[in-house]
Antibody, heavy 118, light 110 residues
Framework: EVQLVESGGGLVKPGGSLRLSCAASGFSFSYHTMNWVRQAPGKGLEWVSSISTGSHYIYYADSVKGRFTISRDNAKNSLYLQMTSLSAEDTAVYYC???????????WGQGTMVTVSS | QTVVTQEPSFSVSPGGTITLTCGLSSGSVSPNYYPSWYQQTPGQAPRTLIYSTNTRSSGVPDRFSGSILGSKAALTITGAQADDECEYYCVLYIGSGIWVFGGGTKLTVL
């Protein structure tokens, strides 16, 4: 079964850091670009970042550029998001999503909640 | 800053047809923006309906179709059903590796 499972969310204070992980299974992880997408409570979806198969191409939304770092370990079938200088505006469910053949977000994880609050 | 626009809400009668749109704050949407559409029910992850303008994702009923109408991408739902009532999001590729989601359309079937 093709599956993405996020972990690492939780409560963090403003200015703090957190590292999210996404474990992939059931497909050839190294062959796919991967994404992070977030959704603030009661709000819409926001694309956060993408990373190519070999990590050569990395992109960020302006809202997180300079604070978040996406990475991957193809040997461990894992995707990561290192988040620093967190603020309340970063409070959201964070989804990892696979870029399929032509569908940019064809497989989604169940999400992990990040809450930034003092 | 590029803003992707969607109707905040829409209503349709059961069995009816509705077209949701996805536009740009400035400019027209074309297939070069690779418009995709996602359906999300409360508490669940989104799932793909349409990608690359008009390609239906595997398992999606042919009641759902995508197109370009005028200057916008469009998602048309025919024969609306009660379980179509949820949130619909479009996303556009604006270049340089950047994707932008629309604000979503909450569809009510009544």
């Amino acid at each position: 079964e093709v599956q993405l499972v996020e972990s690492g969310g939780g409560l963090v204070k403003p200015g703090g850091s957190l590292r999210l992980s996404c474990a992939a299974s059931g497909f050839s992880f190294s062959y796919h670009t991967m994404n992070w997408v977030r959704q603030a409570p009661g709000k819409g979806l926001e694309w956060v970042s993408s990373i190519s198969t070999g990590s050569h191409y990395i992109y960020y939304a302006d809202s997180v550029k300079g604070r978040f770092t996406i990475s991957r370990d193809n040997a461990k079938n894992s995707l990561y998001l290192q988040m620093t200088s967190l603020s309340a505006e970063d409070t959201a469910v964070y989804y990892c999503a696979r870029y399929g053949d032509a569908d940019p977000f064809d497989i989604w994880g169940q999400g992990t909640m990040v809450t930034v609050s003092s | 800053q590029t803003v992707v626009t969607q109707e905040p809400s829409f209503s349709v009668s059961p069995g009816g047809t509705i077209t949701l749109t996805c536009g740009l704050s400035s400019g027209s949407v074309s297939p070069n923006y690779y418009p995709s559409w996602y359906q999300q029910t409360p508490g669940q992850a989104p799932r793909t309906l349409i990608y690359s303008t008009n390609t239906r994702s595997s398992g999606v009923p042919d009641r759902f179709s995508g197109s370009i109408l005028g200057s916008k991408a469009a998602l048309t739902i025919t024969g609306a059903q009660a379980d179509d009532e949820c949130e619909y999001y479009c996303v556009l590729y604006i270049g340089s590796g950047i994707w932008v989601f629309g604000g979503g359309t909450k569809l009510t079937v009544l």
